[in-house]
T-cell receptor, first 113, second 118 residues
Framework: EPEVTQTPSHQVTQMGQEVILRCVPI?????FYWYRQILGQKVEFLVS????????KSEIFDDQFSVERPDGSNFTLKIRSTKLEDSAMYFC???????????FGPGTRLLVL | AQKVTQAQTEISVVEKEDVTLDCVYE???????LFWYKQPPSGELVFLIR??????QNEISGRYSWNFQKSTSSFNFTITASQVVDSAVYFC???????????????FGSGTRLQVQP
């Protein structure tokens, strides 16, 4: 069964460093998403991406964040200058159409020291 | 604005008991989708079910069943004869379907941690 994959599974970084989280969505899906979950809290939407542009973003997704689809398979989330409060599990998701079910990857646990 | 409330933060049951997880939602859209996801201790989010707002028929899948009541804006999830493997955090989520104003991003509830004791 096709699935969303994410790398790395864990990342530890120093405050102020840039990180890039990578995702490979399900191959025939057209909509891509990033969510985050601070430890013990609810899952929060960051951004959605379709047709090579951002279609929706939350107030969390400020100028420190960017997304890119550098090739036909990868979808990346970049945090330019990490802060302690960026420590969280970051989930990538994809869906075939806008109204279809979003399937989630296993997540990348980011720890900012 | 849309909102999902899961008032039960934690439930503990003994194996073989039935358990119901509550979910109440708010949305201004007349067309929307409701979801349940399971997050086991390993951390991934596993899709369980999706319902659209026009389909109020209850659904059963093995030991899982869902009760959608539009009149009370609720979408409750029942596990029958619970098992230890059901121990997880369960999230209810909502997305709106209006093409112009609907927010397609999932809005999650805060989750209910279910602990099934052997």
């Amino acid at each position: 069964e096709p699935e969303v994959t994410q790398t790395p599974s864990h990342q530890v970084t120093q405050m102020g460093q840039e990180v890039i989280l990578r995702c490979v969505p399900i191959s025939n899906h057209l909509y891509f998403y990033w969510y985050r979950q601070i430890l013990g809290q609810k899952v929060e939407f960051l951004v959605s991406f379709y047709n090579n542009e951002i279609s929706e973003k939350s107030e969390i997704f400020d100028d420190q964040f960017s997304v890119e689809r550098p090739d036909g398979s990868n979808f990346t989330l970049k945090i330019r200058s990490t802060k302690l409060e960026d420590s969280a599990m970051y989930f990538c998701a994809s869906s075939w159409q806008r109204q279809e079910t979003q399937y989630f990857g296993p997540g990348t646990r980011l720890l900012v020291l | 604005a849309q909102k999902v409330t899961q008032a039960q933060t934690e439930i503990s049951v003994v194996e073989k008991e039935d358990v119901t997880l509550d979910c109440v939602y708010e949305t201004r859209d007349t067309t929307y989708y409701l979801f349940w996801y399971k997050q086991p201790p390993s951390g991934e989010l596993v899709f369980l079910i999706r319902r659209n707002s026009f389909d109020e028929q209850n659904e059963i899948s093995g030991r899982y069943s869902w009760n959608f009541q539009k009149s009370t804006s609720s979408f409750n999830f029942t596990i029958t004869a619970s098992q230890v493997v059901d121990s997880a955090v369960y999230f209810c989520a909502l997305s709106e379907a209006d093409m112009d104003t609907g927010r397609r991003a999932l809005t999650f509830g805060s989750g209910t941690r279910l602990q099934v004791q052997p």
